[in-house]
């Protein structure tokens, strides 16, 4: 396996749930049904601040290469929930995303590059959604804001992709491919069981 067939398998092994959370319900889940501007954007810093949290924890416990990609995202993490805050207004971190305490328990350099591939894929995701809200919104700047997020998680997964063909050689794909899938699987059933909790049906009605 390469970086391309890594991020390609996680894709499809992933494709469910990643296609629901790339759906408007899961912004409705994200804000607990409080589809309004203040609540789309305290989620939306919420997930960004406890990112730069936890990768800024990954970054003291892994060699130099890896550290610097985990201390990179937390700082543009960082600067993410600066932007969404700035739209906010004042600010006060909120809960914890499930997300974010599943990768808490995340071991071994290629299992955490694998979930941050997980996670990045799924933030993508999330960020489309929250342009697609603000476009509706009729608010292009705060739409341009989340629209620039994208690139980044974007380049998260080809660095991490890339940086697993040094840490994985010909083992150790399958067990970034698991902690990829099983991010995901995370982020998702924090949406379902909120959905559910809030009487919306989770799955897409065909």
Do not use: I
Not at 3 to 26: C, H, I, N, W, Y
Not at 59 to 80: I, K, M, Q, S, Y
Not at 119 to 126: K, V, Y
């Amino acid at each position: 396996m390469d970086s391309q067939e890594f991020v390609e398998t996680v894709r499809d092994e992933a494709a469910t749930p990643l296609s629901r959370l790339g759906s408007s319900k899961a912004l409705f889940a994200d804000t607990e049904g409080e589809m309004e501007d203040d609540a789309v954007l305290q989620a939306a810093a919420d997930r960004a601040h406890f990112a730069a949290e936890r990768f800024d924890a990954w970054a003291g416990e892994e060699d130099e290469v890896v550290a610097e990609l985990f201390a990179d995202a937390a700082e543009t993490e960082r600067g993410h929930a600066e932007a969404a805050a700035d739209e906010h207004g004042d600010y006060e971190p909120g809960a914890e995303p499930a997300v974010q305490a599943h990768l808490a328990g995340v071991e071994g350099t290629a299992e955490r590059l694998g979930a941050f591939v997980g996670w990045a894929l799924a933030a993508g995701n999330n960020a489309d959604q929250v342009v697609g809200y603000f476009v509706g919104q009729a608010s292009p700047q705060t739409a341009s804001t989340f629209r620039a997020f994208g690139d980044d998680y974007d380049e998260y997964v080809a660095t991490a992709s890339d940086l697993l063909e040094d840490v994985c050689g010909d083992e150790g794909w399958a067990d970034a491919v698991e902690a990829a899938t099983a991010t995901v699987e995370a982020d998702y059933e924090a949406y379902f069981e909120t959905l559910e909790s809030l009487g919306v049906n989770p799955k897409p009605v065909c």
